[in-house]
């Protein structure tokens, strides 16, 4: 059993069974694919697929096992290839980092500039998206490290250390009428026509949960994934934004005004987001103490560790 045959059996599920659109991605041959899958399934005398003629349909129990298997081999073969890596080019290589807008517009620019000022052979990415395809990327392995809420729903695999609260504020035109109120409630903030953040946000669920546990139905005329879009909706005069505290800086902001409404709503939480079957070059250790200095290496060894500990039997 080599490798490869794992490879090229992730890949066929990963792309829903379909050999055409898996081959494409492996550049193979279907032919040279199939070959290899058959060679598997007379290595383990079992059938890995269900077929129908030549189609693949479904995994049999035995190949749901070996996928299983097959998914945590290939990713401690490129953990090892990144123990090699780590060692023999300690400031060269790829940093992938997923994000949402908010925060790689508002709060990482300072931590990238310092990052590559002290590693400029290392190319750094970001990815950005909402806290569930953040989330997914992560226990995926395809970015090494989040900086997000957690997501909607939990998944797996995934280490999350806090790092700081994001509080609400209201954006609105200098004229609006909620700026004038001595305190403002959420009967107040649901009279206005409101802009907030996408469904697939945690920040939108948070909100809405105070406002369904109030008994109030606020009227949402607009969402989106981008604060930087939401303001300037609230500039034509379209509603007012609930927003994280961290978009408004009244020195750029000059044709828009806050009010601080965090006595409304939760703080929500950042993390920075791990797998915890990955491995972390040093320089990654080096950016999440740059982002949240609290976070030193003993502190993100002992997340993995204990992560790795509450599966032991």
């Given at each position: 059993?080599?490798?490869?045959?794992?490879?090229?059996i992730c890949?066929i599920?990963?792309h829903e069974l379909?050999?055409?659109?898996?081959?494409?991605?492996?550049?193979r041959?279907?032919?040279?694919?199939?070959r290899?899958?058959?060679?598997?399934?007379d290595?383990?005398?079992?059938?890995l697929?269900?077929?129908?003629?030549k189609r693949?349909?479904?995994l049999?129990?035995?190949g749901e096992?070996?996928?299983?298997?097959g998914?945590?081999?290939?990713?401690d073969?490129?953990t090892?290839a990144?123990?090699g890596?780590?060692f023999?080019?300690?400031?060269?290589g790829e940093?992938?980092?997923?994000?949402?807008?908010t925060?790689?517009?508002y709060?990482?620019?300072a931590?990238?500039?310092?990052?590559i000022?002290r590693?400029?052979?290392?190319?750094?990415?970001?990815?950005?998206?909402?806290?569930?395809?953040?989330a997914n990327?992560?226990?995926?392995g395809?970015?090494?490290?989040?900086?997000a809420?957690?997501?909607?729903?939990p998944?797996?695999?995934?280490?999350?250390?806090?790092c700081?609260?994001?509080?609400?504020?209201?954006l609105?035109?200098?004229?609006?009428?909620?700026?004038?109120?001595?305190?403002?409630?959420?009967?107040?903030?649901a009279?206005?026509?409101?802009?907030t953040?996408d469904?697939?946000?945690?920040?939108?669920?948070?909100?809405?949960?105070e406002?369904?546990?109030?008994g109030?139905?606020?009227?949402?005329?607009?969402?989106?994934?981008?604060?930087?879009v939401?303001?300037?909706?609230?500039k034509?005069g379209?509603?007012i934004?609930i927003?994280?505290?961290?978009?408004?800086?009244?020195l750029?902001d000059t044709?828009?005004?806050?009010?601080?409404?965090?006595?409304?709503?939760?703080p929500?939480?950042?993390?920075?987001?791990?797998?915890?079957?990955?491995?972390?070059?040093?320089?990654?250790?080096?950016f999440i103490?740059?982002?949240?200095?609290?976070l030193k290496?003993?502190?993100?060894?002992?997340?993995?560790?204990?992560?790795?500990?509450?599966?032991?039997?």
């Amino acid at each position: 059993m080599k490798l490869q045959q794992l490879r090229y059996i992730c890949a066929i599920v990963d792309h829903e069974l379909n050999l055409s659109n898996a081959s494409d991605t492996l550049h193979r041959s279907q032919p040279g694919v199939s070959r290899y899958v058959k060679t598997l399934e007379d290595e383990l005398g079992t059938r890995l697929f269900v077929r129908s003629g030549k189609r693949l349909v479904a995994l049999t129990r035995a190949g749901e096992a070996v996928l299983a298997v097959g998914r945590r081999m290939l990713a401690d073969a490129e953990t090892v290839a990144q123990i090699g890596r780590e060692f023999s080019a300690k400031d060269e290589g790829e940093l992938t980092v997923a994000t949402t807008h908010t925060h790689a517009r508002y709060v990482l620019p300072a931590t990238i500039k310092n990052f590559i000022q002290r590693y400029p052979k290392v190319r750094l990415s970001l990815r950005q998206g909402n806290p569930t395809e953040i989330a997914n990327w992560i226990a995926s392995g395809d970015v090494d490290l989040s900086i997000a809420a957690e997501p909607l729903v939990p998944v797996r695999n995934l280490i999350l250390l806090p790092c700081y609260q994001l509080m609400r504020i209201v954006l609105a035109k200098p004229d609006h009428e909620i700026l004038k109120l001595e305190k403002v409630t959420l009967a107040h903030l649901a009279a206005h026509p409101m802009i907030t953040y996408d469904s697939m946000f945690t920040g939108r669920a948070k909100i809405a949960q105070e406002f369904d546990r109030a008994g109030l139905s606020p009227r949402i005329v607009m969402s989106a994934t981008d604060a930087d879009v939401m303001k300037t909706y609230v500039k034509m005069g379209i509603g007012i934004a609930i927003v994280g505290n961290i978009v408004y800086d009244p020195l750029i902001d000059t044709d828009l005004r806050m009010r601080d409404v965090g006595h409304l709503f939760r703080p929500n939480t950042i993390y920075v987001g791990m797998n915890r079957d990955g491995y972390l070059r040093s320089y990654a250790y080096d950016f999440i103490e740059m982002f949240a200095p609290a976070l030193k290496r003993k502190a993100v060894d002992a997340a993995f560790l204990a992560a790795t500990s509450s599966d032991q039997p």
